[in-house]
Structure formats: C-alpha cells, structure tokens
C-alpha cells in the first residue's frame, strides 16, 4: 500500500473514548456545582456519605468495594439484604442524579468539543455529567461524537417501542414518545449485557467502534476484574479489523497518577500485544492527543506516527482554557473549515522544521 492511500485510510478511521469513574473525578476535581463529589469503585459509600445504608446488615466481605459489597447482597436471599439492596439502588440513583455540572468548562466539554461524529465516547459510569456537557457543546458545534452507556446512566432515556435513545428530558426521535428512564446496571460479578434493550443496543455501539477506531483511549478505567465480561468483548471485537491496518492503530491511557504503569500494564496487557506495543500512557487529559490536537485528532496522529511529522498543533485544549467564549474562539477555525470539508491541523512553529523520516 503506498504511504499515501494509507494516510487517508488512517485519516477517516475513527477515536473511541473509554470513560470509567476516574474521568469523572478528574473532570470535578473540585466536586459538582454545589461541590458534591463523584467517586471511584473502592470507598465509593463512605466517599459519598452513604455508610448508613449497611446499617443493621452484616456482610461477609471486608471490602470497601461497590462493586464487591453489592455483588453480596444481590446473592443473598434474606429479607434484609434484599431491603438493603433496593435502598442502595434507590440512593444511587438519587445520589448520581443530583450531581450538577459546574459552571465554568471540564474535560467533559472539551473531551466532547475534541470530537466529531465520525468518533465515540462509550462510558461505564452513571453521573450524567457528560450528558450535561454535552447540552452545552451543542450550542457550540452539533457535529460532535456519539455516547454510549455500558452500564447504563441516570441521564440517559430510551423510547420502549422504538429502541431510540437520547438524553432522558427528550422525546422520541421516531413517535415522539417521552424517554422512559434508563437501567442502571448495577456491579455484579456476572454482569447481563444481553437481556435489556437499551443496554444491548448501548454494547453493540461499541462493538461497532471498538472493531473499527484507529485509536482507542482509555480515560480513568481500570478494568476491574469483575468486568471480565466488557474485557473479553473490547478484546474480541478489536481483533475484528484488518491485521495489516490494525497494526499501526494505537492504544492511549489517561491514568491518574497514582497509578504505576505495572499496574496499567497488568490491566492492559493483551491490548498492547494487539497494537504490536503502540501505547502512550498520560496522567492528564492534557497530554492526550484529544487535547493536542482537537477535533482532528486522527489527522494528527496520521500526521505524527504515519508521515513522521515532528510538530506539534498550534490549536490544543490547556488546562487554562476556563471559558467557553475562548474556546469558542479557540476551535472557531476548525469549525469553519469543517463546514467546507477541509480537515487539516494547524501545525504550529516546528512545521517548519518537520522531518519526513522516511517511514
Ligand atoms: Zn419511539
């Protein structure tokens, strides 16, 4: 294949964003609106205020686990554990549902404003935060990527006759039926990604995309063991794509930095074998190629790891960027440039100087 044809293979493929609960946290590191925090799996009840619930239960686990605690209270059978589960749900939901966006801009928004509709963000958690950024995006572009909701979300409706789904205040794009309100699902150890509708249409998503995305980046998710089922999909479907052109694509990790890369590998392992080693792991948003080259993100990577290209974008998302009327501004060229079909980057000074390496 010449190096040409490849480029502009590259070029049109899409970028899958896995989100789990550390995205989440890294995009309120300051909690919500009112400052009400978000939390990982392990002190998730204790980190929210919600110890109380286990009140008058004793459970055989000692760990501090969500996922962990629930998993034994869905397989006991007594009255109690039973009443206690179905409180647990009940303040899930109202806890997830109360988290507001903060005003000034997240990585949320300009993860979703890095984007365009070609690509996808899948997510594992429940906060609807992404689903309030994205109300806000739309003021600024409505070519922007598709979500999906692996586990369900407290924002997210689906219409029961139609199969569509959308932000939950909608209505049907089809009948015009209001959205009934999504299924959480909650973390067992045989998790049911078949039986309910909208979440089989939510995996089928990524499916599609985890079979067809150059590049895939994984934004706080851990792999928990008790997701051996998602693993073993993400691993199936990815090897569904063309040897030849799957091996140049590229696995990318955000990670908050308390995570050592043998820990990230042990995670991650099988798909770095996948993309014949071609990982970067960052401890920031900011040093993701979402951020370094924004709505262009397979152009820049062509660019970078296909044509050799040295350079840098001269458009990047900064952790500085706090306004939206900035960044308005700030991606307003390639916006205009969108609506003409041009997708190029911006490169910035080191253009100049860039090297074809010859690859
Ligand atoms: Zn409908």
């Known amino acids: 294949m010449e190096k040409g044809e490849l480029e502009d ?4 493929r899409s970028h899958l964003v896995i989100l789990g609960a550390g995205a989440t946290i890294a995009a309120l590191p300051n909690g919500d609106r009112f400052g009400k925090k978000s939390s990982v799996m392990n002190d998730f009840l204790s980190n929210l205020g ?4 286990l009140d008058g239960v004793e459970l055989k686990t000692t760990s501090t686990n969500i996922e962990d605690i629930y998993s034994e209270l869905y397989e006991r059978s007594d009255e109690k554990a039973i009443q206690v589960r179905e409180e647990l749900e009940k303040q899930v939901y109202n806890y997830f549902s109360s988290l507001r966006i903060p005003e000034e801009p997240t990585i949320y928004d300009l993860l979703l404003l890095s984007l365009t509709e070609k690509d996808c963000i899948v997510s594992f958690n429940w ?3 992404l689903i309030q950024a994205f109300q806000r995006a739309k003021k600024i572009t409505s070519n922007l990527p598709r979500l999906a909701f692996l586990h369900g979300n407290v924002g997210a409706g689906y219409c029961k006759e139609c199969g569509e789904y959308g932000a939950r205040r909608n209505r049907c794009h089809s009948c015009g039926s209001y959205f009934i ?3 959480l699902l909650y973390p067992v150890r045989e998790k049911d990604y078949h039986t309910h509708k909208f979440i089989f249409n939510q995996w089928e998503v990524l499916r599609y995309f985890i079979a067809s995305a150059a590049v895939v980046t994984v934004f706080g998710y851990s792999a928990p063991k008790t997701d051996t089922a998602a693993i073993e999909i993400f691993k199936d479907n990815f090897l569904k794509f063309g040897e030849n052109v799957r091996q140049l694509d590229r696995i990318e ?4 930095p308390n995570k050592t890369h043998e820990e990230i590998y042990e995670s991650w392992g099988d798909f770095i074998g996948m993309t014949h080693g071609h990982i970067n792991i960052h401890h920031s948003f900011f040093d993701s190629l979402l951020a370094e080259f924004p709505r262009r993100t ?3 990577y062509t660019h970078r790891y296909i044509s050799g290209y040295w350079g840098s974008s001269a458009i990047k998302f900064e952790s500085s960027d706090n306004s939206f009327t900035d960044i308005g501004k700030k991606i307003a060229p ?3 440039d969108e609506e003409k079909d041009i997708l190029e980057i911006y490169p910035d000074n080191y253009s100049k100087n860039s090297i074809d390496n010859g690859y």
């Open 181 to 183: 309100p999504a299924p």
């Open 50 to 53: 919600l110890s109380s619930i």
């Open 127 to 129: 906060d609807d935060i």
């Open 334 to 336: 390639l916006l205009e």
């Open 253 to 256: 990790i955000i990670e908050a």
């Open 298 to 300: 397979m152009e820049g």
């Open 9 to 12: 293979i590259f070029k049109k």
